[in-house]
């Protein structure tokens, strides 16, 4: 029987598996089209993502998993977890001091959230602060994150 890996290399693991399996699921999360496969495959990223967070990631850590789980939750059309995750992470960017960009995306993801699940007041609130804060984004980094994930928010009306 092998022996076990030491603590701190489990860690590293954590953190690795952490940001791959964000990033995946955030670049299947900005395809315009997804195949049903790709489908399972973003929202198995987003949840292996946050479980990982969740053993060696921060609160930001966490609370930036809550956002990536009510996206993909979100553009699956399973509008009542989009919702779930999508406040915890809002609670957490308004009850912290965040950057503008972080704020932008909570909105859009809560707006997107909202749309999944028929709540057009909520929607239409936070797609309009989201569009308004977005355009403020000076740095073209920040910008291009948060309007690849902006673009996949159904407008109102």
């Not at 699921?25 to 990223?45: G, V």
């Not at 704020?103 to 308004?132: G, I």
């Not at 920040?142 to 109102?156: C, D, L, M, S, Y």
Request: a negative charge; one cysteine or more.
């Amino acid at each position: 029987m092998s022996e076990a890996p030491a603590p701190e290399d489990i860690d590293k693991w954590h953190k690795w598996f952490a940001v791959e399996s964000n990033n995946r699921a955030w670049r299947l999360a900005e395809q315009t089209t997804r195949t049903p496969a790709e489908d399972e495959e973003m929202l198995n990223c987003a949840h292996a993502a946050a479980l990982h967070w969740a053993k060696v990631g921060t609160e930001l850590h966490r609370a930036r998993a809550a956002i990536l789980l009510g996206q993909a939750h979100a553009l699956l059309g399973d509008g009542k977890r989009a919702l779930q995750y999508a406040r915890e992470a809002f609670a957490y960017v308004t009850e912290h001091e965040s950057p503008a960009w972080q704020v932008a995306f909570a909105h859009a993801v809560l707006a997107n959230a909202a749309a999944a699940n028929d709540e057009r007041s909520l929607h239409n609130t936070h797609y309009a602060r989201a569009k308004a804060l977005g355009s403020a984004l000076t740095d073209d980094e920040e910008r291009a994150i948060f309007e690849a994930t902006f673009r996949t928010v159904p407008a109102p009306g």
